[in-house]
């Protein structure tokens, strides 16, 4: 198994919105989903998981109902609204966007610089 | 990100904060569970899972004040726990809170009081609709260019007029007649221009407006009738089924059609109509326009537009205007402004200056009781509360303090505002109406905002930072440090200075106002009235028989039982400025100027002086025959009969007032040689004649007959109450001529109390000695509470001094020294602030009086005041035993 990572700031938000793409999810689940496709790479600090999902709830991105969960308990699964997915969307593009701009500078040969 | 999800969010979050607590504390307890359960499917203990799963992820109940924060209403908590705290601080100190909370309703409801005054009479008055744009188009005579002069339009003037506004309104008054009754009843009626419904705006309260169908482009006017709602409540009783129905003016039959709302009261500035008619050429030859100026379009650029279209006019009808003019179109509220504007201008300071003793005194509430609470803000710093966040509850405390008063304070300026409005009846304009709106509101929650910083912000900062260690280690009794103490006197200081000017300006008022009513006039008007008399429509030109049947008039109303003596007076009333409003230029033989002496010239009989009781210093008054002749006579007063022949010997010479001249307008009449030379028979005692609140200005009293128009004056002395004789009155002249009417019938006295300098300075004098006296108190009370304070806190101190011998005097002398030595300071910065504002307030109150006297005696009045608060309180702490305060610790 791989070193963990740490996430950078505000990513969290945006692994939240894709886990949630895949369909409605528990904040458990949620958690789970973004190991599992991490392939448990990626460290979630506890403090911060839930207050990133209150905020991309206040934030109208996704949205939460009560449902029943596999061992028939009340739980509240998350769901992206349509606003959520233009953001993911937007966010996604951003983010490539990004990394091919420090990937570029950073993979540049000594006697490009 | 969309902010109604915000708000929804917030909103849930606030209102249904219990569900949404129990929701996230079951959710994150699953979260818990599922973690744990994941735990033991890897193979740990049940036991040791559920505690590991409790250690990793922090207890539930934690977990709503996370969200909480992480919606971000972190503040909105804070400070809501802010506000309760404040208001249960209040709560517990419920002397000072209410001190406090007064202090800033009196100063918060008389400033939005006058700010909804100056919003209501001088900003918005008129319904009407785009009022800021009606202009009264005027014209000034170069050659008089302080009388102001209106014109009349023909109707294809005014048709050709309306090309070039937004719209045009004509409008003329006439009086007529109720006809068909048994007795003859005086309306007066205001024809208009049929577009008088779209030009105003206002629809009518019963029926309908006045509207262009009533004057059909060809053939007759409709007789249709709009009554205004007073008259439709005195002669209606209000009845409400009036519309459809008839009343008979001059003989002729008008239906009703509607009745206008009670704010509708047109021509207010001319007097009141009774009925409004469609106006048409037949009805009155010209018509006076009101004109509304198209959006954005300044008055210079209306008078150079209207310039050029009036010289035309000018052209068709030289008779309605001066030889040479210009014109000057002016706001329809500008007269108000000109009447009231300085008299609100210092109203409105005044209340801030009243505002700004409350917050001075909140602020020494707040100061004092902060010492009481030093060990609480101790501690609250000592575990850790930043200056930030205490400053910050603090003033959320002042602001709860200001708020309060401010509820109470609007609610007070709705009556408040009502004051100057009965006590200056005459002076607003009369469509105006006080309501409390949105301009108001917010107007009063910034005030608060304003009011609870500028109060919370010095005691605040103050008691903000305390000396964690020194208090901490004292008890809180023993503590007596000067934190505050400057802040306090520059505080207590700043008040008396303040409540100073308001005291020394109400002195002025009050002592103003004595003066006019205790005033020299120079003629006696107890039991004098004054009775206007319109000639009728078609009266003779011939001047002989104008003149001889106003003489009938007169003669007739003298053999009246109980009629003293009647004289006419054609041009006004003392003190009123007469004759066209302002003294005019006359020639003297022989004496030759660049400029032209200026006199006030009246028109009288031979027995006006006698009727007012005008003494005659000299020379003798005219004759019967002189009378009715007119020239070659003139009366003048002891002022203009000192000014240019300060020997003495006025009497013979000759002095000429040219613009009695005939100036040929169909409505006048003049004797042959009214322009020219007369001679000075007879020289009279001054008497007021340019408004109470200016000196006496020269007159010249010349006969009646000299020159008329188409209405005169009777003055009338009775013995008794002159308004019983009306009936009389009325009586006797129908007896001269079947149809003679008055118009307006006034008690001399009535007159002068009507007068706006004689309002202005009643109203001054009771404002601001309303106003001086709450100054007066909040500054007590806030020396009141401050001695208190400071006594409580330095009992341990007294009573130490006093066990050790020091007498009771000396105790009560060290305790009110410093409070007096602030006071003292105060009174002597309100004196050079009093004089240095004395030229302006001259300006702004042209009838009060300033005197180094009354400065001398309300700074001792303050002085008196001051010294029994402090001696009050201190004489309490004086009687305190020694032996019990020590035995206490």
């Known amino acids: 198994m791989a070193k963990p990572i740490d996430l950078p700031q505000g990513s969290l938000e945006m692994l939240i919105l894709k886990a949630t793409s895949l369909g409605p999810l528990h904040g458990y689940g949620i958690l789970l989903r973004i190991q599992q496709i991490s392939g448990k790479r990626l460290e979630i600090l506890q403090g911060t998981f839930y207050t990133a999902i209150y905020r991309l709830e206040r934030r109208g991105w996704i949205e939460g109902e009560w449902g029943e969960s596999e061992n028939n308990r009340r739980a509240k699964f998350y769901h992206l609204t349509a606003a959520g997915k233009r953001q993911l969307k937007v966010e996604t593009a951003k983010w490539a966007d990004m990394t091919s701009v420090v990937a570029s500078v950073l993979q540049s040969k000594p006697e490009e610089v | ?889």
Not at chain 2, 600 to 612: C, D, R
């Open chain 2, 1 to 889: 990100m969309s902010p109604l999800a915000t708000l929804r969010c917030w909103w849930r979050a606030i209102i249904e904060r219990s569900r949404i607590h129990t929701e996230v504390e079951e959710e994150f307890q699953f979260y818990i569970d599922s973690y744990a359960q994941d735990l033991v499917r890897q193979g740990m203990e049940p036991v040791e899972a559920a505690r590991k799963a409790r250690i990793q992820l922090g207890h539930p109940g934690v977990q709503k004040e996370k969200y909480r924060e992480a919606i971000g209403l972190r503040l909105f908590d804070e400070i809501g726990g802010d506000v309760r705290y404040g208001l249960r601080s209040l709560y517990k100190h419920p002397s000072v809170s209410t001190v406090a909370v007064l202090a800033l309703t009196l100063g918060i409801g008389a400033t939005t009081a006058m700010f909804s005054l100056i919003y209501s009479a001088l900003l918005h008055p008129f319904p009407y609709a785009g009022a800021d744009r009606i202009v009264n188009p005027r014209v000034i005579d170069e050659k008089h260019p302080q009388i102001l002069t209106w014109f009349a339009l023909t109707p294809s003037q005014f048709y050709s007029f309306r090309k070039s506004v937004d719209s045009i309104l004509g409008f003329t008054l006439a009086g007529l007649e109720i006809t068909g009754g048994d007795l003859p009843e005086d309306v007066s009626a205001a024809y208009v221009t049929s577009n008088a419904y779209s030009f105003f705006g206002i629809p009518a309260m019963l029926g309908r407006g006045i509207q262009p169908s009533d004057v059909p482009d060809t053939g007759q006017p409709t007789n249709v009738t709009v009554l205004s709602y007073r008259f439709w409540r005195e002669h209606y009783g209000g009845d409400k089924t009036i519309v459809g129905r008839t009343l008979q003016l001059n003989r002729q039959n008008y239906t009703v059609v509607g009745v206008m709302p009670s704010r509708f009261t047109f021509t207010e500035t001319v007097g009141n109509a009774d009925v409004y008619i469609p106006w048409a050429p037949n009805r009155a030859p010209g018509v006076f326009p009101w004109i509304k100026l198209k959006p954005g379009v300044s008055l210079a650029t209306a008078n150079a537009q209207f310039q050029s279209l009036l010289n035309q006019f000018k052209q068709e009808t030289p008779k309605h205007f001066p030889d040479s003019f210009r014109v000057s179109v002016q706001p329809i509220i500008e007269p108000y402004i000109h009447r009231t504007g300085s008299t609100l201008a210092l109203l409105f300071a005044s209340v801030v200056v009243l505002l700004l003793i409350g917050c001075a005194n909140c602020s020494v509430l707040l100061l004092a009781r902060g010492e009481a609470r030093h060990h609480e803000l101790a501690i609250r710093s000592a575990i850790g509360a930043s200056r930030f966040r205490m400053v910050r509850q603090l003033l959320v405390e002042s602001l709860a303090i200001s708020f309060s008063g401010a509820a109470m304070g609007v609610g007070a300026s709705f009556w408040l505002a009502e004051i100057p409005l009965r006590l200056m009846p005459n002076a607003f304009p009369q469509e105006a109406s006080i309501t409390i709106n949105f301009q108001i509101l917010v107007f009063s929650i910034g005030l608060a905002l304003f009011t609870g910083l500028l109060s919370g912000l010095s005691p605040a900062l103050r008691l903000s930072q305390p000396n964690v260690s020194q208090i901490v280690q004292c008890t809180s009794r023993a503590y007596g440090g000067s934190t505050g103490k400057r802040t306090t006197n520059l505080l207590i200081g700043g008040q008396i200075a303040l409540t100073f000017i308001l005291l020394g300006v109400a002195g002025a008022a009050i002592a103003g106002f004595m003066k006019i009513t205790s005033m020299r006039l120079g003629y006696d008007p107890h039991d004098v009235m004054a009775i206007r008399i319109p000639l009728k429509r078609d009266i003779e030109k011939n001047q002989q028989r104008r003149a001889i049947f106003i003489d009938q008039l007169r003669e007739r109303v003298s053999t009246i039982p109980g009629v003293a003596s009647v004289a006419v007076a054609s041009s006004g009333l003392p003190p009123a400025p007469p004759f066209g409003g302002a003294p005019g230029p006359f020639d003297i033989l022989g004496k030759q100027s660049k400029q032209p002496p200026q006199a006030i010239t009246s028109l009288v009989s031979q027995q006006y002086f006698a009727t007012l009781k005008i003494p005659l210093l000299s020379g003798r008054i005219w004759n019967q025959t002189e009378n009715q002749r007119g020239d070659f006579v003139a009366i003048v007063n002891q002022t203009l009969a000192q000014r240019y022949w300060p020997n003495g010997d006025a009497i013979g010479h000759q002095i000429r007032v040219s613009a009695l001249k005939d100036d040929g307008r169909p409505l006048s009449a003049a004797s042959p040689q009214s322009g020219e030379w007369r001679q000075i028979i007879g020289v009279v005692a001054d008497s007021r004649n340019d408004g109470l609140e200016r000196s006496i200005a020269p007159a010249i009293y010349v006969p009646y007959t000299t020159f008329m128009w188409d209405s005169t004056e009777l003055l009338v002395r009775t013995a008794g109450t002159p308004l019983a004789f009306v009936h009389a009155i009325r009586v006797a002249l129908q007896s001269v001529s079947s149809d003679q009417r008055t118009s307006q019938i006034d008690d001399l006295e009535e007159i002068l109390r009507h007068q706006p300098i004689w309002t202005q300075q009643r109203l001054f004098s009771i404002l601001f000695s309303f106003f001086a006296g709450l100054a007066l108190a909040l500054s007590l009370v806030g020396i009141a509470s401050t001695v208190s304070f400071a006594m409580a806190r330095r009992t341990n101190e007294l009573s130490i001094r006093m066990a050790l011998g020091a007498k009771r005097s000396h105790i009560v002398w060290i305790v009110v020294r410093a409070t007096l030595a602030t006071v003292g300071g105060g009174i002597v910065v309100g004196v050079i602030l009093n004089l240095a504002l004395e030229k302006t307030l001259r300006h702004w109150t042209p009838g009060s009086v300033f005197a180094l006297w009354m400065e001398a005696g309300v700074a001792l009045l303050l002085l008196i005041c001051a010294t029994i608060t402090c001696l009050l309180p201190a004489k309490r702490a004086a009687n305190i035993d020694p032996m019990q305060t020590l035995r206490c610790e």
